[in-house]
């Protein structure tokens, strides 16, 4: 019954972290812009009344530092997403990892110290 609770109590510490989150990219969502949903990496923009298009050139197109510009606020609206790790589920991935590393490393190394002795048994030295 208590692991029922503590699922209970994760799940709900979940959805509340979800609304937050969905409310904190709801605030940052610019609605004048739409969003290519087309699997591709770009969004198309409307240019509105008032607006400098000296980022822009004569074809309509974005110049470069203005391509880089937008390069970097996409990084940064993506590293608001990410979901990173608490100190303790970073230390205990780790030494999962570690300690997967480790035996991997063994298994080959063994496997390799088999196929070696067996090669030089049937081949001579």
Do not use: H
């Not at 994760?10 to 605030?27: C, L, N, Q, S, T």
């Not at 739409?34 to 974005?62: C, D, I, L, N, Y």
């Not at 990892?97 to 496997?111: D, E, Y």
């Amino acid at each position: 019954m208590a692991e029922k609770n503590r699922r209970d109590d994760e799940f709900a510490d979940d959805r509340v972290d979800d609304e937050a989150f969905d409310d904190a990219v709801d605030d940052d969502a610019d609605e004048d812009e739409p969003v290519s949903r087309g699997g591709t990496a770009t969004r198309s923009r409307v240019a509105k009344a008032g607006e400098s298009t000296s980022k822009r050139t004569e074809t309509g197109r974005v110049g470069f530092f203005g391509r880089i510009a937008r390069f970097f606020r996409e990084v940064v609206a993506e590293l608001r997403k990410v979901i990173w790790p608490t100190r303790k589920e970073l230390l205990t991935y780790t030494a999962v990892v570690v300690v997967f590393v480790a035996f991997m490393l063994t298994v080959v190394g063994f496997l390799d110290l088999g196929f070696a002795k067996g090669v030089l048994a049937v081949f001579g030295n």
